[in-house]
């Protein structure tokens, strides 16, 4: 019997792709892949075996990274490769679960056919600074209860 994950490693591999690790540690956290599919994929969070979580996340595939070169950091094209989800896309294209069937309950939500994940963007975006003055100059002014005296 075929699993997911040997029909998405060859089609991952004719097309170049480096694929997201089957374990690695972060944050002194340990990841195992429990399972994937094409673009989803549940991994188990612990230490040591212990405090597990279970983080069911959306891939996306990037094709260009961060380099700094002569004190300047830029994009450079490279070889296309999976990602995980970056924190400011968690809650979009990541989520954290205390048991193993919630995470699944959710990973079968995302790979129903009649459900589609919006694509999240590849690399981190934070929200510019001065954000709420700027969408307060396009609302023009708003009326607080200290305006109405």
């Known amino acids: 019997m075929s699993t997911p994950g040997e029909s998405v490693s060859a089609a991952a591999s004719a097309q170049g792709i480096k694929r997201l690790r089957e374990t690695f540690t972060h944050n002194r956290y340990q990841f195992d892949q429990l399972c994937r599919t094409d673009n989803t994929a549940i991994y188990v969070q612990h230490i040591n075996g212990r405090q597990k979580?279970?983080?069911?996340?959306?891939?996306?595939?990037?094709?260009?990274k961060l380099v700094k070169t002569t004190g300047q950091v830029v994009w450079e094209a490279c070889q296309p490769y999976e990602c995980y989800p970056s924190s400011e896309a968690w809650g979009t294209s990541g989520w954290t679960y205390t048991t193993e069937a919630d995470a699944r309950a959710k990973y079968d939500r995302l790979n129903e056919t009649a459900f589609k994940v919006s694509a999240?963007?590849?690399?981190?975006?934070?929200?510019?600074?001065?954000?709420?003055?700027?969408?307060?100059?396009?609302?023009?002014?708003?009326?607080?209860?200290g305006d109405q005296r």
């Open 53 to 64: 979580a279970f983080e069911v996340v959306v891939i996306t595939v990037a094709t260009r």
């Open 120 to 145: 999240p963007p590849p690399y981190p975006t934070r929200a510019r600074l001065g954000f709420a003055q700027d969408a307060l100059e396009l609302a023009g002014s708003i009326n607080t209860a």
